[in-house]
């Protein structure tokens, strides 16, 4: 019970600094905000692809690509922010469906080497199908959403708008990884053919982890383009899909507060950093190997082992007493 | 037709470079399960180790054994037993992060420690063009045809013919298995990364010439060679030759008679086809498994 | 009264935090087959492992012959003559089923003959033989196993440790397997084995060991225990609440 | 009354040159508990993987209800009442014993968008319980799957099968590595689900004990093919069959 | 008050940009402590910062967000006109001076009072080599090797334009990427077009590369390029094939004028290399708020950018500043450039082609 009280504190403190930190924070302090809860966003359906189903994907950059995109092209040609929203989680969801079929044939390394050719392939499309994206020039000129009256233009406005779509991501992400479907997702992962011989019907729920992962990305790149005010192809290469993967394993893949935290790593560390000047990225690199040769299931996973270690103990204890109980006979 | 000699012939002689680099990535795939996303960068810090050393006033060949020694020592221990050994039975994901920031860490440290700009660096074999077919080719190219193709069928015969290589793969494969039939399991891993890092090495000593010593030069080294390997067939070392050859030649054809600003997607639509129509690639046997 | 060739005394072992064995103290005289008995998740397999420096014994001592055995690493203890077929499936799946003979007589010495064992090995399984080419992960469980089997006789061991030998093997195989363990008995192999299959088992057997959470519940003669009414209930079939923490 | 729930017709599957299974037939009858027997290697697994859609066989068909089923994946012929266990162990290792139990149960209600709407556990039966408790699991059910010993796992796998409730189950060497106490109770429970819900089994077993006590009938198989076919005791009278099997 | 004044430079330290901004950043650093040993600013040191933007331009434009809540006295960089693009609009309403290093013509015509180059501006080449092109080498059909990147898009699009315009046909477009290793590809594509000339718009070692293949598959026709393309580095790196390349100049530190030679001595002592363009981008700028500066007679920020424009200073009177400029009311330079030839490896000046504005 103890243990539920401090979670709960923990809790309760966590989302108060989310609500209040920011507002003793300058502009560029919520800028940084903004960009983890939206990043998070992204690692969260990447997690849901890899850490749950199990499917290696290097193209979640891609689909923050696509998403962005989509919302730039869109509001450019005056369709406000919410239609562009919606049209990024379709197309998002649409592609990342079709970019699980590969997944139905092969896996791991596989997997990950044609999920990476196509994150390639989406940028060299953004950067060359200049009548549509600008090229490497870029998109600008839309501006921040607004809705029921309320602006979201300033910095500290636009955050709280992208907290709130984080919650709401959270939220559907909770109940999905809680449903039936995250138990499927999960044995996709452990034992596909036991699963397969249990009824899961294996193709829909890969190619689901898929789409609805590519959502995410989507969702959460329709929030980046109003956050950077401008879209060009350079921030959607691999490095991006490589930098949320690294976040996914490093928070923990397969736990649901992973993306939070990884997020956090990726987006905050490098900006507490930067007192080293050229060396931050050089002092970054070793933080995170240091930090999964300690931890190689991730953070989350070394708490979990700590949690599972403590029950095994009284498993253990258990055992002995009984072995102790037996008379030799 | 000269034209089109001349695209086979560089092509090849590109395709020479990434199978180099593509087979080193193969060798830890097959010997330690390893995915190595800085052998690219491992491909650029030889030329530093080289390069630092001649500053100190050394004479070349000292220099090039100075570069080999550091780098069998810094990519080759130093990197198994304070990346590897913890990681590798966590399975393939987290270590292959680890590599990620791994190569970030080499490539910012060279750009912080050495420079930002490309160095020339002194090429150990002589200058000059061989003719072929009427086209000409540098010595350099030719060179790193043959001593690719030479590392290759060296490499096989040693896996596949020795009790060594045999043992490396099993350990590979199944290391509790390997650890109870008596191999001596830390040291075949070792092999492969002393192996390896020789390998890199002399990469970075045949390459680097043309390519010039960059902190930078790794990254598109690095995802050819990926490339390469996956095409040729990940679990056969001479899959690396014929990945890297192929992927360079398509490379020039595509870029001639494609598109110039899709030159990149062209190898890729080869990497998803092979993927997923012979997954094991065009060299490898496939693996399969009875439930 | 000759001295055991395995003696284990208060071992206590097991997985992270997990105990499994909780003192367990047996021996295993020379030249005799030794059958290990108990429930599922008794900690028959932990034994094994433990003894054979698989796992760590965190108290008691392993002693083989007249020397400490206790955590030396698998390549020493094969070494010292001891060598352990374990339970499930324990080969290199990508290599040819010739490969993974092959690799059984790593820890042999350097003057045993390893390419004329393995074909007198072959000899006996022909099967292995006629599939000697093909990948071993594309073998059937059962010739799996056989495979796993006949690698361990590469090397001339003085005890031998067999988990569940017999689990996926024909009748006939089985009946061959029990052979050779008689075989190598007679030339002053001791084995110790762990089966389900308990009563043809003890009735090749010269000991039994009944183990129960991780402690030795019984040990006495193979015969003794066949005929005992309780083992008879517990472990061969008969019918009564058994226990399980 | 004993109505051909399934047939195998001239199943036969090539690896390569390989032949593993070399024209099969047979039929299952509704309520029987039906054996299949053979050397190692002579096809049995090869032939559930056939039957079941997990390989694709090479020539032949398998009619369900009259149905031709042939090439149907897995988990359509799970769907449709046929489920199975494995020779090898195949749990979920990094979920618990419940949780693996409960996955097993979940995807037979509704479809694939009522279950997201639907309660987690709905895979949670009555049965569910019950079958922990019956495979002496109880204490375990909360342990990861992959940490169960191999008798465990094994156990685990049955409990699996059975718990959708089907109308036919194909068992891989269900009595590899189980304490012969339990494979007494697991006999039984195989039995009172043949005789109280009609239930179907088809076992690979070389266990022959096991095999005569529980079969109604026997298939032999040798190098692919069909040798013999019979009650336990015609089959263990056959000359053919001892000599490729059995052996004395 | 003697409080250093503070200049925080926003430039492209890691990425695909790294070499660039690392050039600027050098620079700008070496002028700074020059600046500094002679006394300062209106004797106030000057205290310089970098924030790394990672070449991603959401990253810039956070981080000149930051560096405007730090209320510097002048912004530095970024490199990349995409970058620019994005951050030139915080600045312009903070009011702060942007002393950038981006070449894409459209910067300076977006109308950010505040936004001023420290280069020539691909506005002002591309006119001069489309015109060298067209009047001197009379050619017909040009083959155009650009880098698909933010800097050689820019050039390529504006000199396509600009020989367009002067009746000269583009008969081959060719685009390669950023640290391509072979070129075989392009020079065949590029001489299937049957030029009379090729434009070659590459960084540095890519020129290098080229113009081996292009020595390679026997190309004679006129080469023609800006100074990524005639440098000293490209030609220490391309060796014999770099000879009768030829192009249009802005700066280098091979150009024929005593300060500009004195900067490339003291760079390479302290970094031990040459700096290309990029350094001396990152020089100038340092210079450029000195000089305006001390026209002020006082350090204000909000009056820098005023002072900026229409500032002509002399190399004279501030040897800094390399060779006498002018800044435009747009924030374009406007000064002196060369047109060179790469002769028996040497680089050698042919014609000065003077201000535009003389
Ligand atoms: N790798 C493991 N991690 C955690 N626990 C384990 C592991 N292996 C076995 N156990 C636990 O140890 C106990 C004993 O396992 P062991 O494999 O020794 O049993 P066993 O007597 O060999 O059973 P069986 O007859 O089923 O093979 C079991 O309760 C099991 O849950
Ligand atoms: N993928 C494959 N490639 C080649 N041969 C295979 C493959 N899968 C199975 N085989 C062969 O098919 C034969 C039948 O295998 P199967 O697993 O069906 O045997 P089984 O009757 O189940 O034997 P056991 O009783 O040992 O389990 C074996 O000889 C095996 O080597
Ligand atoms: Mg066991
Ligand atoms: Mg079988």
Known sequence: ?329 | MMNFINLILSGLATGAIYALVAIGFTLLWQTSQTINFAQGEFVMVPAFFVLATLNLGMPLPIALLVGLALSMLVLGVLFKNLLVDPMLRHGVLPLAICTMALSIFLKETVKEVYSAEASPFPSFLPEGNLIFFGANISIQSVSIFVFAICAVLALQAFLARTSTGRQMQATAQNPYVAKLLGVPVERMIMYTFLINAALVALASFLISPVYLAKFSAGETLGLAAFIAAIVGGFNQIRGAIVGGLLLGIVDNLAAAYISTQYRGAVPLFLLIAVILFRPQGLMGRAEERTV | MTKPVLSVREIVAGYGEMTILNGTTFDVMPGTITTVIGPNGAGKSTVFKTIFGMLKARSGSIHFKNSDITNLIPRKLLAQGLCYVPQGRNIFPELSVLHNLELGGIAASAETNIAQRVDSILERFPMLRRKGQQQAGTLSGGEQKLLEIARSLLLDPQLMLIDEPSIGLSPMMVQEVFSIIKELRAKGVSILMIEQNARSALEISDDGLVLELGRTRMQDRAQALLNDPRVGQLFLGGVIEENTA | ?248 | ?358
């Not at chain 5, 990029?278 to 210079?287: A, E, H, M, S």
């Open chain 4, 1 to 248: 009354m004993t109505r051909t729930l399934m047939e195998v017709q001239g199943i036969r599957k090539k690896f390569g040159g390989i032949t593993a299974v070399d024209g099969v037939s047979f039929e299952v009858r509704e309520g029987e508990i039906l054996g299949i027997i053979g050397p190692n290697g002579c096809g049995k697994s090869t032939l559930f993987n056939c039957i079941l859609g997990q390989l694709p066989p090479t020539e032949g068909r398998v009619m369900l209800d009259g149905d031709d089923v042939t090439g149907l994946r897995p988990s359509a012929m799970n769907r449709r009442g046929v489920s199975r266990t494995f020779q090898l162990l195949q749990v979920f290792p990094q979920l618990s014993v419940r949780e693996n139990l409960v996955l097993a149960g979940q995807e037979h209600k509704g479809t694939m968008f009522t279950r997201l709407f639907g309660p987690r556990d709905a895979g949670l039966t009555p049965d569910a319980n019950q079958m922990i408790d019956f495979f002496r699991l109880g204490h375990l059910a909360e342990e990861k799957a992959g940490g169960l010993s191999y008798g465990q796992q094994k156990l685990l796998d049955a409990a699996m099968a059975f718990m959708a409730g089907p109308r036919m189950v194909l068992l891989d060497e269900p009595a590899g590595g189980v304490n012969l106490t339990m494979l007494g109770h697991l006999e039984e429970r195989l039995r009172a689900m043949n005789t109280e819900r009609g239930a179907t089994f088809v076992v690979i077993e070389h266990n022959m004990d096991f095999v005569m006590r529980l079969c109604t009938r026997v298939v032999v198989l040798a190098e692919g093919k069909k040798i013999a076919e019979g009650t336990p005791a015609e089959v263990r009278a056959n000359q053919a069959v001892i000599d490729a099997y059995l052996g004395h």
């Open chain 1, 1 to 329: 019970m103890s243990r539920s009280v401090i979670l709960k504190t923990f809790g309760v403190l966590i989302v108060g600094a989310l609500i209040f930190l920011p507002l003793t924070l300058n502009r560029y302090g919520i800028y940084i905000m903004s960009l983890w809860a939206i990043m998070t966003i992204a690692a969260m359906g990447l997690n849901l692809t890899l850490g749950y189903a199990g499917q290696v994907s290097l193209a979640q950059g891609a689909f923050v690509g696509l998403g962005a995109y989509t919302v730039a092209i869109m509001m450019s040609a005056g369709f406000g922010f919410w239609l562009p929203l919606l049209i990024a989680i379709v197309i998002t969801f649409a592609v990342g469906w079709l970019l699980g079929y590969p997944a139905l044939r092969v896996q791991h390394h596989y997997l990950a080497f044609v999920t990476l050719a196509f994150s390639t392939l989406v940028f060299l499309v953004f950067r060359n199908e200049e009548w549509l994206t600008k090229g490497i020039y870029g998109i600008m000129g839309f501006k921040r959403p607004s809705a029921f009256g309320v602006s979201f233009q300033k910095p500290i406005e636009f955050y709280y708008f992208t907290l709130g779509a984080l919650v709401l991501a959270s939220a559907f992400m909770a109940w999905l990884v809680r449903s039936p479907w995250g138990r499927a997702f999960v044995a996709l992962r452990e034992n596909p053919v036991r699963a397969l011989s249990l009824g899961v019907d294996t193709r829909r729920y890969t190619l689901m982890a898929f789409a609805i992962g590519s959502a995410m990305g989507g969702f959460s790149g329709a929030l980046y383009a109003p956050l950077v005010e401008f879209v060009d192809p350079t921030p959607f290469t691999l490095a991006l899909s490589l930098n949320l993967l690294m976040m996914v394993i490093v928070g923990g893949s397969g736990f649901f507060f992973g993306p939070f935290l990884g997020a956090a790593i990726g987006v905050l560390l490098p900006e507490w950093l930067r007192f080293a000047h050229g060396w931050y990225l050089i002092i970054y690199a070793l933080f995170v190997m240091i930090l999964l040769i300690k931890t190689p299931t991730g953070i989350l996973g070394i708490i979990e082992n700590m949690i599972a270690a403590r029950k095994t103990r009284a498993a253990s204890a258990a055992r002995a007493a009984a072995s102790a109980g037996l008379d030799k006979v």
């Open chain 5, 1 to 358: 008050t003697n409080a250093p004044i503070k200049i925080i430079n926003v430039g492209e330290l890691s990425g695909p940009g790294a070499t660039v901004g690392t050039n600027f950043k050098n620079s700008a650093d070496l002028a700074v402590a020059e600046i500094n040993a002679k006394g300062g600013i209106l004797g106030r040191k000057i205290e310089i910062v970098h924030f790394d933007t990672q070449t991603n331009p959401g990253v810039a434009r956070a981080l000149v967000q930051k560096a405007i809540d730090e209320n510097p006295y002048a912004i530095m960089g970024p490199g990349y006109s995409g970058s620019v693009k994005v951050s030139a609009p915080l600045a312009a309403q903070a009011g702060i001076a942007q002393v950038m290093g981006g070449e894409a013509a459209e910067l300076t015509q977006l109308g950010f009072n505040t936004l001023f180059r420290t280069s020539f501006g691909q506005q002002s080449s591309m006119p001069k080599i489309a015109k060298y092109i067209a009047e001197n080498l009379k050619a017909k059909n040009v083959a155009v090797i650009w880098v698909n990147n933010d800097f050689g898009k820019g050039g390529r699009d504006m000199v396509t334009k600009e020989l367009t315009a002067r009746g000269v046909k583009v008969t081959a477009d060719i685009s390669t990427e950023a640290g391509q290793a072979d070129f075989a590809a392009d020079v065949v594509k590029a001489k299937s077009g049957n030029p009379d000339a090729i434009f070659i718009y590459l960084n540095e070692e890519e020129s290098a590369r080229a113009l081996r293949e292009l020595k390679r598959q026997g190309v004679t026709v006129p080469l023609v390029g800006e100074t990524t393309l005639i440098g000293q580095k490209v030609i220490e790196l391309a060796g014999d094939a770099a000879n009768g390349a030829r192009g249009h100049i802005g700066l280098t530190v091979d150009a024929p004028n005593d300060n500009l030679k004195a900067y490339g001595k003291k760079f390479q002592e302290k970094y031990n290399y040459i700096p290309d363009h990029n350094g001396i981008k990152g020089y100038l700028g340092v210079y450029m708020i000195k000089a305006a500066t001390e026209k002020m007679g006082k350090v204000d920020q909000k009056g820098l950018p005023d002072a900026l424009k229409g500032l002509t200073i002399l190399a004279a009177k501030e040897p800094g500043i390399l060779m006498d400029l002018t800044i435009d009311k747009n924030g374009d330079l406007d000064r002196d450039s060369f047109l060179a030839f790469v002769e028996n490896g040497k680089q050698v000046v042919k014609e000065t082609l003077p201000k535009m504005s003389k």
